[in-house]
C-alpha cells in the first residue's frame, strides 16, 4: 500500500537513533560550512531498541513494520576513516544469537550532510544533500541554533547538559514532526557535541486510511562507546611467526609478543600446550612483566608430523591466547626428539 511503504521509508530514514527525546521548538540558522568530524578511526558503539510498540486495526493493510526492532539485538558502529570532511564507518545488525543479518557502509560528509551508503549486495545508494543523510554522526562541536549542514531548514533545537553512559555530556537536541496526507511521524534525535555520535532518539507515527489506522514507536539506545568511556585494562598475544617448519631433529621457534592495552600493568604467566606428546616445547620466559610491550620465545621439537601450540597468557581474572602449527618433516639423520 500507499502508505505503508512510506512508514517503511520513514522507518528506513531515522534508523539511526536512540532514546530519552524531548521536544524543543525549531529556530532555523545558517549552516556551519567549516565544521569537521570529532571522531576517529577506531572509535565504535552500540546501539539497543527497548520495547517498540505498534498497534493498527487493520493488520492485513497495515503489518508490523517494527518487528525488525523485535529480532535486532543491538546495532554496531564502528568509524573505519576519516579524511577532511568526510568519515566512514560501518553499521552492523545482530539477531539475539549474536549472528549478522544487515549491515552497510556509509560515507558521510558532516558539511554536506551528502552520503553514499554501500549494502551487501554492493548495491551503492548515494544522496546529495538529502535530509535522508541524517544519519549515526554529525560535525563536531554544533550548537543550537546551529543548522547541522548545508541543510538551512534542519537545526539543533537545544544544547543541554546530559548524563550519557555515566558521565556528563553536552547534548544537541534535533526535534521535528513531518506531516503528509494520512501520515504523521515525530522524532527527537540526540547528539554528542564533542564527538558528534548519536547518542538518543525517539521516533513515533501515525497513519491513518480508509482501510484503517495503525501507530507505532520505537527508540534506539546507546548501550556503550569507547569515545569517552573508558576500556578496562587488558592485553593482547600474538606470535610471528604463527606457522613453522622445520626438519626432524632440529628446534624451530617463534617469538611471542605480549602488548598492554588501555594502561595494563602487571605479570603475565605464559604456558605451552600441545595437541600431541609427539612434541615438546618451552619458553625462554614463563613470567612476563608487561608495561607496555614484552616478548618470549617458544622453542618447540618433535617427531614428524604436524601439530599445533597454543600458548596462554594468564593474570588474574584476565586470559588470552595465541596459536601455532608446528610442521616437523623427515630428518636426514632420522632422530626424534
Given at each position: 500500500?500507499?502508505?505503508?511503504?512510506?512508514?517503511?521509508?520513514?522507518?528506513?530514514?531515522?534508523?539511526?537513533?536512540?532514546?530519552?527525546?524531548?521536544?524543543?521548538?525549531?529556530?532555523?540558522?545558517?549552516?556551519?560550512?567549516?565544521?569537521?568530524?570529532?571522531?576517529?578511526?577506531?572509535?565504535?558503539?552500540?546501539?539497543?531498541?527497548?520495547?517498540?510498540?505498534?498497534?493498527?486495526?487493520?493488520?492485513?493493510?497495515?503489518?508490523?513494520?517494527?518487528?525488525?526492532?523485535?529480532?535486532?539485538?543491538?546495532?554496531?558502529?564502528?568509524?573505519?576513516?576519516?579524511?577532511?570532511?568526510?568519515?566512514?564507518?560501518?553499521?552492523?545488525?545482530?539477531?539475539?544469537?549474536?549472528?549478522?543479518?544487515?549491515?552497510?557502509?556509509?560515507?558521510?560528509?558532516?558539511?554536506?550532510?551528502?552520503?553514499?551508503?554501500?549494502?551487501?549486495?554492493?548495491?551503492?545508494?548515494?544522496?546529495?544533500?538529502?535530509?535522508?543523510?541524517?544519519?549515526?554522526?554529525?560535525?563536531?562541536?554544533?550548537?543550537?541554533?546551529?543548522?547541522?549542514?548545508?541543510?538551512?531548514?534542519?537545526?539543533?533545537?537545544?544544547?543541554?547538559?546530559?548524563?550519557?553512559?555515566?558521565?556528563?555530556?553536552?547534548?544537541?537536541?534535533?526535534?521535528?514532526?513531518?506531516?503528509?496526507?494520512?501520515?504523521?511521524?515525530?522524532?527527537?534525535?540526540?547528539?554528542?557535541?564533542?564527538?558528534?555520535?548519536?547518542?538518543?532518539?525517539?521516533?513515533?507515527?501515525?497513519?491513518?486510511?480508509?482501510?484503517?489506522?495503525?501507530?507505532?514507536s520505537y527508540?534506539?539506545?546507546?548501550?556503550?562507546?569507547?569515545?569517552?568511556?573508558?576500556?578496562?585494562?587488558d592485553f593482547?598475544?600474538?606470535?610471528?611467526?604463527?606457522?613453522?617448519?622445520?626438519?626432524?631433529?632440529?628446534?624451530?621457534?617463534?617469538?611471542?609478543?605480549?602488548?598492554?592495552?588501555?594502561?595494563?600493568?602487571?605479570?603475565?604467566?605464559?604456558?605451552?600446550?600441545?595437541?600431541?606428546?609427539?612434541?615438546?616445547?618451552?619458553?625462554?620466559?614463563?613470567?612476563?612483566?608487561?608495561?607496555?610491550?614484552?616478548?618470549?620465545?617458544?622453542?618447540?621439537?618433535?617427531?614428524?608430523?604436524?601439530?599445533?601450540?597454543?600458548?596462554?597468557?594468564?593474570?588474574?581474572?584476565?586470559?588470552?591466547?595465541?596459536?601455532?602449527?608446528?610442521?616437523?618433516?623427515?630428518?636426514?639423520?632420522?632422530?626424534?626428539a
Amino acid at each position: 500500500m500507499f502508505y505503508l511503504k512510506r512508514i517503511i521509508l520513514l522507518v528506513a530514514l531515522f534508523l539511526i537513533t536512540t532514546a530519552w527525546i524531548m521536544p524543543f521548538g525549531t529556530v532555523h540558522a545558517s549552516p556551519v560550512a567549516t565544521s569537521l568530524p570529532g571522531v576517529k578511526p577506531g572509535d565504535n558503539a552500540t546501539y539497543v531498541f527497548p520495547n517498540p510498540t505498534f498497534k493498527t486495526n487493520n493488520s492485513t493493510a497495515f503489518p508490523n513494520v517494527l518487528e525488525v526492532f523485535n529480532v535486532t539485538s543491538y546495532v554496531a558502529l564502528r568509524i573505519t576513516t576519516v579524511s577532511g570532511a568526510n568519515v566512514t564507518f560501518t553499521t552492523t545488525f545482530y539477531l539475539h544469537n549474536g549472528t549478522s543479518f544487515y549491515g552497510y557502509t556509509d560515507t558521510l560528509n558532516v558539511q554536506t550532510l551528502s552520503d553514499c551508503r554501500t549494502f551487501p549486495n554492493d548495491q551503492t545508494l548515494c544522496s546529495p544533500q538529502d535530509a535522508n543523510s541524517l544519519s549515526f554522526v554529525l560535525a563536531a562541536g554544533l550548537q543550537a541554533p546551529e543548522a547541522i549542514g548545508a541543510i538551512p531548514s534542519i537545526t539543533l533545537n537545544q544544547t543541554v547538559t546530559r548524563t550519557i553512559l555515566g558521565t556528563q555530556r553536552t547534548v544537541n537536541f534535533l526535534n521535528e514532526t513531518l506531516v503528509f496526507p494520512g501520515l504523521t511521524s515525530s522524532f527527537g534525535i540526540a547528539f554528542d557535541q564533542a564527538s558528534g555520535i548519536l547518542v538518543g532518539a525517539v521516533i513515533s507515527f501515525t497513519e491513518s486510511s480508509t482501510f484503517g489506522s495503525a501507530t507505532g514507536s520505537y527508540s534506539i539506545v546507546l548501550a556503550s562507546t569507547n569515545i569517552w568511556t573508558s576500556s578496562p585494562a587488558d592485553f593482547s598475544i600474538s606470535s610471528n611467526p604463527s606457522t613453522v617448519t622445520i626438519q626432524g631433529g632440529e628446534s624451530g621457534s617463534s617469538t611471542i609478543t605480549l602488548t598492554s592495552l588501555n594502561g595494563f600493568t602487571g605479570t603475565v604467566t605464559l604456558q605451552a600446550a600441545t595437541s600431541s606428546p609427539q612434541i615438546s616445547c618451552s619458553l625462554s620466559d614463563i613470567n612476563v612483566t608487561l608495561g607496555s610491550s614484552a616478548t618470549s620465545t617458544i622453542s618447540c621439537r618433535g617427531s614428524m608430523g604436524q601439530y599445533v601450540v597454543t600458548v596462554t597468557g594468564t593474570a588474574g581474572n584476565l586470559s588470552h591466547s595465541t596459536t601455532l602449527t608446528y610442521t616437523v618433516l623427515h630428518g636426514r639423520r632420522g632422530h626424534h626428539a
